[in-house]
């Protein structure tokens, strides 16, 4: 969501089988990694984020929907 309302929609990380685009496999990082250096190539910054829904994975690693 934008400052004056508006929303923008992006498409959040890359299938495996997804070839075009230039982002990444997968739609989440580690902040290891993010500390690390490892993504300094795609200039992150951080953002807030209106979501209607989201998954993470538990301790057990299995996948929640929140």
């Not at 685009?21 to 997968?26: A, I, L, T």
């Not at 993010?34 to 057990?60: G, P, Q, Y």
Request: charged letters at 30%.
């Amino acid at each position: 969501m934008l400052r004056y309302g508006g929303v923008i929609w992006v498409i959040w990380g890359k299938r495996k089988l997804e070839s075009s685009g230039r982002f990444p496999n997968g739609g989440r990082i580690r902040i290891g990694s993010i500390k690390a250096s490892k993504w300094k190539l795609w200039h992150l910054r951080l953002v807030l984020l209106s979501t209607e829904s989201f998954m993470e994975k538990a301790d057990d690693k299995q996948s929640e929907n929140g």
